[in-house]
């Protein structure tokens, strides 16, 4: 690197030579707090099938759910601490509880089918630590309507979320498209559904994913449709408060070591086998070589942990959205980049 220095004529070459000293991170803010209370705090969805839910028995499911315990993992070990005290804790929020909880330190993470948008980062001190799921919002009608098309609801009725990101692109499709119609805002996502449920607004929009989960669940699951046509991208990701960088990369670094284990083929199922693997680019995630995990203030492991504990991104996404779950929705945007979808890690290395 080359730079010209006030007062000279010729340039002076500078170099930065790579110094472990300073390369690896002391625990940053976040990452001592979670330390000192032996687990990471969250906020998720408890009534978003595919996202974040609770089942039958009282469990935490969903991508969400399985980013934070994730994250945990690769910062704890295994998903479990002494006495069987769970190390990722679960908090459910509504749409306008989620920044202030953020900021607060209330919840070391939001991972929420949180939409990032530039008015979410600049106002709100966060920063959002990558995309786990893209997808865009559409409507959810009933078939019996007769409804094709956004442009068919005209004059409808449309439940919304107060707050949203779905409240404002309604908004704004409907001005851009000169429609007329009414809004039924709803502070508590699952009020928004029962209306729908019960007849009281024509249709309700979302995120196309979130819309077919809602739909599986309604009282007519056959009569619903969701519309094809979307009118917003929504990408979906993990947020973390400002000025701790370092906890930062290790939100964002876990995902991508998630999607980079789905590239590499590295399963929950042959995990131990791969530790043995000559691959260089397996070695340094799986910690058997280098000291990556330093950078983070973590163990080498950290990525092991991780995979081991929730699988990679394919496994994750096929649990909680594939053919063996209640969604079954099709990769998509959501397959890896090789694979034409948009899922894709940055190196490792």
């Known amino acids: 690197m080359r730079a010209w220095l006030p007062g000279l004529l010729l ?6 030579p790579f110094l472990p000293g300073i390369a690896q991170n002391t625990a940053g803010p976040t990452l001592a707090n979670v330390r000192a209370k032996g687990f990471v705090e969250c906020a998720v969805g408890s009534t978003t099938p595919g996202f974040g839910f609770v ?29 069987g005290v769970a190390r990722a804790r679960f908090v459910p929020l509504n749409g306008g509880q989620r920044m202030p909880a953020l900021q607060s330190g209330q919840v070391d993470m939001v991972v929420q089918t949180l939409t990032q948008t530039m008015a979410r980062e600049a106002a ?58 009414s809004p039924v805002v709803f502070d508590q996502v699952q009020e ?67 999607i980079d284990a789905e590239e590499q083929g590295i399963t929950q199922a042959n995990i131990e086998e791969k530790l043995a693997s000559p691959s260089q680019s397996t070695r340094r995630l799986l910690g058997q070589t280098g000291d990556y995990g330093k950078f983070l203030s973590l163990d080498n492991r950290w990525a092991y942990w ?17 053919a063996n779950s209640a969604m079954k929705l099709p990769r998509g945007k959501n397959a890896l980049w090789r694979d034409g979808g948009l899922m894709y890690s940055a190196p490792i290395r």
């Not at 340039?11 to 930065?16: D, G, H, N, T, V």
């Not at 089942?55 to 601490?81: P, T």
């Open 306 to 322: 991780a995979i081991k504990e929730v699988g990679n991104y394919g496994e994750v996404y096929e649990r909680n959205f594939g």
């Open 192 to 258: 928004g559904r029962d209306a729908y449920n019960k007849g009281r607004c024509d249709a309700y929009s979302t995120d196309a994913s979130q819309l077919a989960a809602i739909a599986s669940i309604t009282r007519d699951p056959e009569n619903q449709l969701v519309l094809t046509e979307l009118i917003s991208k929504e990408p979906l990701g993990p947020a973390v408060r400002q000025g701790d960088d370092q906890w930062y990369g290790i939100v964002k670094w876990t995902l991508n070591a998630l």
């Open 55 to 83: 089942d039958s028995r009282g469990v935490f499911r969903g991508l969400d759910v399985d980013l934070c315990r994730a994250v945990a993992s690769a910062i704890f070990g295994e998903a479990n601490g002494p006495n």
């Open 124 to 181: 709100n001190g966060v920063l959002f630590a990558g995309i786990d799921f893209y997808d865009g919002q559409s409507f959810l009608v009933r078939k019996s309507s007769g409804v094709k098309r956004p442009a068919d609801l005209a004059g409808a009725t449309i439940c919304v979320s107060a707050g949203s990101t779905s409240e404002l692109n309604v908004a704004d499709w409907a001005q851009a498209n000169g429609i007329k119609y």
């Open 11 to 16: 340039p002076i070459a500078l170099s930065f």
